[in-house]
């Protein structure tokens, strides 16, 4: 009885972890598909002065 | 006996400087651009479309990739967005992937931190409430602040950066400031906050392990939610333990992995595995 409960956790951890996984690359390119990448590379390259205190 | 126990510390030891040179190893991909540090300029080139796992600010001059939580922060208060697709896909994947694993063993900021914890100091245990106060800093600072307080362009600041990150400032900040004197012109309030910040985060650090990742820490907040569900976890076998406690007396998280292998506070750093006399412990990818 324990094992069988065990594995059904074990089996419904795996499906959300793998749904969550999928999920997240979804996004994700969701995201660099309407082309959030050069929003990211634009903040990145330049020296953001709120981040290091100044301005 | 005896043997047993000096194969355990000998086994101990090698996971933990295992550990140690994987996070230098990280720690120097992260920051692969030293020699921007003495000419003043940060790298511009085309990694830095991606973010690094780990918390390390995109204004250092070394910096090699984008911070998750600036570039979180950046697109959430752009004009054209309100919500990171990318970013928050990124992030759902990889802490899918290793959970808390990516503070225990990928987060630059992470080992500064337990660096920070070497200098000798009194070491104290911080109370279990100060583990709430990241996810306020989340869900305010990261999700909210940048999408509603906006300029008239609809631009909004990245308020977590600007308020509270401590990394920008002793990343980028210090290091801008000793090669650019005309930017010390623009030196203002904020600049006090952020010094202020810095000098909690490094006292803390050496007197708290870890104390920022305890307390401020929005990534690993994130991160710590999927410990749940990440392939990367610690699992126990409840017929090997025998509740002796050693687990939790090492966990310099004041995690009890006996009572819970999926604590948000879990680094997945490995000690309560070396330390578990019956190998009841084990930290890995599994189902
Ligand atoms: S909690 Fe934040 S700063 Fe600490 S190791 Fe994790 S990502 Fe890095
Ligand atoms: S529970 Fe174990 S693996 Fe997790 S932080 Fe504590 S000692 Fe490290």
Known sequence: MNNLRNGLKVQQRLTASVSVLLFGICLMLYGIHRDEMAVVLNKAVH??????GLG | MKMMSENNIFHRISFSIKRKIIQIVAFGITNSHIGNFTQGKIYTGKWKNFCAPGLNCYSCP???????IGALQAVNGSMNFDLSFYVTGFLL???VLFGRAICGFACPF???Q?????IPSPKKKLPGWMKYIKYAILVIFVLCLPVLVTNYMGVGKPAFCEFICPAGMLEGSLPLLSTHPELRATIGPIFSIKLLMVIITIAGSIIFH???????CPLGAIYGLLNRFSFFRLTIDRNLCVNCGKCARVCKMDVDPVKNCDSTECIRCGACVHACPKKALRLGFQK
Request: hydrophobic share 55%; glycine share 6%.
């Open chain 1, 47 to 52: 020296i953001c002065l709120e981040c290091i």
């Open chain 2, 62 to 68: 070394a910096a090699s990739f984008a911070c998750p």
């Open chain 2, 93 to 95: 994947a990889i802490g």
């Open chain 2, 110 to 112: 992470g080992l500064i």
């Open chain 2, 114 to 118: 337990e660096l920070l914890n070497k």
């Open chain 2, 210 to 216: 870890r104390f920022f990742c305890k307390v401020f």
